[in-house]
């Protein structure tokens, strides 16, 4: 059974900076990238960051070069740093498991297609 479990979520000052840890477990092979996605009220879900089996990695344009992922395989975790925050860095932060290998970020309508595997997620909350 697939299970990814995130924390490290929060509040903070715009410009300040928190970090994302996803937890997973029972992931299979069919899994070959690990993602974080978010979601504002109101918003559709969207792709912030993916790393592969491989290490490649792609972000959101919003996100190039304020966040960074990154994956400890020996401890089946993937991290999501995020500097710079912004107000509309605001959202529920999921970790999914899944195969992706288009552009990035993904279509809200494959999602939980190509997704199958989502955490429960973890608030971030950024104000100025």
């Known amino acids: 059974q697939v299970q990814l479990v995130e924390s490290g979520g929060g509040s903070a000052q715009s410009g300040g900076s928190l970090t994302l840890s996803c937890a997973a477990s029972?992931?299979?092979?069919?899994?070959?990238?690990m993602s974080w996605f978010r979601q504002a009220p109101g918003k559709k879900r969207e792709g912030v960051a993916s790393?592969?089996?491989?290490?490649?990695?792609v972000y959101a344009d919003s996100v190039k070069g304020r966040f960074t992922i990154s994956q400890d395989n020996a401890k089946n975790t993937v991290y999501l740093q995020m500097n710079s925050l912004k107000d509309e860095d605001t959202a529920m932060y999921y970790c999914?498991?899944?195969?992706?290998?288009?552009?990035?970020?993904?279509?809200?309508?494959?999602?939980?297609?190509?997704?199958?595997?989502w955490g429960q997620g973890t608030q971030v909350t950024v104000s100025s």
């Open positions: 999914a498991a899944g195969e992706w290998s288009g552009p990035w970020p993904p279509p809200p309508t494959t999602l939980h297609v190509r997704f199958p595997h």
């Open positions: 029972g992931i299979t092979k069919t899994a070959t990238c």
């Open positions: 790393i592969d089996n491989d290490d490649n990695i």
